[in-house]
């Protein structure tokens, strides 16, 4: 599947834009702050029915508007046209061939999608809240009971939170009611925690074998699944921490906890990994992504590679364009701030590709 034509309207800068696009790969240049970025959440709204960087979607209503649009006509076996609306102050709506889903979860999954910024350093160096949403987004593109089941816990989760804050202000415990809070927990946390554990044991060996192809580098990539649930039983867990989240009103054991550990040569990526190497293992990461949802979905998901030659040196960049030209991957989706640099590197491996040059968006040959 990939997608022929995007149209925005009031879409964060641009006011109204509509693009043509190649079924390979697809080139935005322009200056930083020329809207590059802004095209590749566009799409990956229509994929997901959320923006890749912002929680709140009044983020993305053009200043002096109330509302944007963003339009895709996808195609593989038939056309298959997206919608999604936003209005201020009202309910963002996500439309499949003129009919609106009736929850955006439901589309999930339907056009799979990886994306590559800058900020994805934060999975290795920031806490485990940025580590867990990297594989919920993988898996629940996959599966869509994990998506569903992580819905349940997460609502589940915050009515035991709501609960601990008011026994804190009635200065009273319901114990039974925590219990029943615990067993919702349980059923939808231990599916979950079964099929990280299935999932994440599947992309290990290939974030090895990416990060062979993109790197010179000689040290052992390895990864760890860090759960509360590796150790215990998560109903024991849950009431053995009953009195401390009393205290600190939240609830303190489950899989909302869990984290996923990088290391290379058995070091933590985190603490002991170089620029270089944090990046090397980021894109083999994302690569891993990519194909753990390719063999699972038997679909080419849309790759999109926002700045991507950022702290990269040109040997990396030539590794990966070669990887991506040679490894059957679908359409790709590139942000450059130097066009030349990827125009050429592009002739290497001949394909059609389209080319726009921002901000007017004039197409190039």
Request: glycine fraction near 4%.
């Amino acid at each position: 599947m990939y997608l022929q034509q995007l149209s925005i309207t009031n879409f964060r800068n641009y006011p109204l834009a509509r693009l043509d696009f190649s079924p390979h790969w697809n080139l935005f240049s322009g200056d930083n702050g020329s809207g590059k970025t802004t095209l590749l959440d566009a799409i990956h709204y229509l994929c997901l029915g959320k923006s890749y960087f912002h929680h709140s979607d009044l983020t993305s209503v053009k200043h002096d508007s109330d509302f944007f649009r963003i339009d895709g006509s996808f195609s593989d076996d038939q056309v298959l046209r997206m919608v999604c609306v936003y209005e201020a102050g009202g309910k963002k709506e996500l439309q499949k061939n003129g009919v609106a889903y009736s929850r955006i979860a439901n589309h999930v999954g339907l056009i799979p999608v990886v994306m590559v910024t800058p900020d994805d350093q934060l999975l290795i160096d920031e806490g485990s809240d940025e580590r867990r949403r990297f594989m919920d987004g993988t898996i629940s593109q996959i599966d869509h009971t994990y998506l569903e089941n992580l819905i349940e816990y997460n609502r589940v989760l915050q009515q035991r939170n709501s609960a601990l804050k008011h026994f804190a202000e009635r200065r009273k415990t319901d114990r039974a009611l925590i219990e029943s809070y615990d067993r919702k927990l349980c059923d939808s946390g231990e599916k979950i925690f079964h099929l990280r554990t299935e999932y994440f044991s599947r992309m290990i060996p290939l974030i090895r074998q990416f990060h062979a192809l993109l790197s010179s580098e000689t040290e052992e990539v390895s990864a760890e699944y860090a759960s509360v649930c590796n150790k215990e039983n998560l109903a024991v867990a849950l009431s053995a921490s009953f009195e401390k989240d009393c205290i600190t009103q939240r609830t303190n054991e489950g899989i909302h906890r869990d984290d996923f550990d990088f290391f290379l040569s058995k070091r933590s990526l985190k603490r002991f990994g170089s620029q270089g190497q944090k990046k090397s293992f980021l894109m083999s990461l994302k690569f891993a992504q990519y194909e753990l949802i390719k063999r699972e979905k038997n679909l080419l998901p849309l790759l999109l590679l926002d700045d991507l030659f950022d702290k990269l040196d040109e040997k990396r960049s030539r590794n990966i364009f070669r990887l991506i030209a040679d490894n059957g991957f679908g359409q790709v989706f590139i942000t450059d701030t130097h066009c030349d640099r990827v125009r050429e590197l592009i002739s290497q491996h001949p394909t059609s590709f389209t080319h726009y040059l921002l901000p007017d968006l004039k197409k190039c040959d």
